[in-house]
């Protein structure tokens, strides 16, 4: 398999994609508490992981670069339960404006923000519009679940769509590290249905901490998650990326 991160490659031959257009796809996830069963990693292990998988995909249409994950994104919500880290929003906007510019000053000049944590979504939805100004360049955003939204729905049992740490993100850490999914604890991984950030319907928001919204870290329920689910919303979702790829800037 052709190599396609960033930091596995030498100069010469990111220069050399550079040159043949290649997009890079920038994975932000977060590290944050996910219940008692699966690692803080999830988001950004899950993101990179959908972005390594769509790069291979697509290498027959548009060749892509994988650059290293932003690990850490906007998770105040979780701090109660420990475990987790957070940046405030002038510092995510800052980091990214310098990774972007990076990206670019090597040569690049497309860069995809793939996403996989949903309190991050509201948020990269502005910076993308500050960044594509800031840095005159083409700069998207997508989260990976929502480009992926069919093929989740169709493989869920429980619910329609990921919340958190339940059977859909449990089956991808199946999946994708299941060495790391503490599988002893899934009988107590349950707690209440949420709704997306993005899609909430609800006329006023307002700041939630996530220990008012359930006592287990959990949002749904984990005990109905599989590999063989995981292993199709993984392929499903890296699948639907890579078929955005090439006409996102046409």
Request: proline share 3%; charged share 20%.
């Amino acid at each position: 398999m052709t190599e396609t991160r960033w930091n596995r490659l030498t100069a010469p031959e990111l220069r050399a994609l550079a040159s043949q257009g290649a997009v890079v796809l920038l994975p932000i996830g977060s590290t944050e508490q996910h219940g008692a069963h699966l690692p803080t990693g999830v988001d950004d292990f899950l993101a990179a992981e959908v972005c390594r998988r769509a790069a291979s995909a697509a290498a027959d249409r548009i060749p892509v670069v994988v650059a290293p994950s932003i690990w850490c994104g906007l998770a105040e919500h979780h701090m109660a339960f420990g475990g987790t880290m957070t940046l405030s929003l002038s510092t995510l906007h800052a980091l990214l404006r310098d990774v972007c510019r990076s990206i670019l000053r090597a040569g690049f000049r497309r860069i995809l923000l793939v996403n996989g944590h949903g309190g991050n979504v509201t948020a990269l939805h502005a910076l993308v519009n500050e960044l594509t100004a800031e840095l005159s360049a083409s700069i998207a955003v997508t989260s990976y679940f929502t480009t992926g939204r069919e093929v989740i729905r169709d493989t869920l049992e429980t619910q329609q769509h990921l919340m958190h740490a339940f059977e859909g993100e449990t089956s991808l850490a199946m999946a994708a590290f299941a060495h790391l999914v503490r599988e002893e604890m899934l009988s107590q991984a349950v707690g209440p249905a949420i709704s997306l950030q993005a899609d909430d319907a609800r006329p006023v928001y307002r700041s939630i901490p996530f220990d008012a919204v359930t006592e287990s870290g959990v949002a749904g329920d984990a005990r109905t998650a599989s590999q063989a689910k995981g292993e199709r919303m993984l392929q499903g979702c890296a699948e639907a990326l890579a078929e955005q790829l090439a006409g996102i800037w046409v």
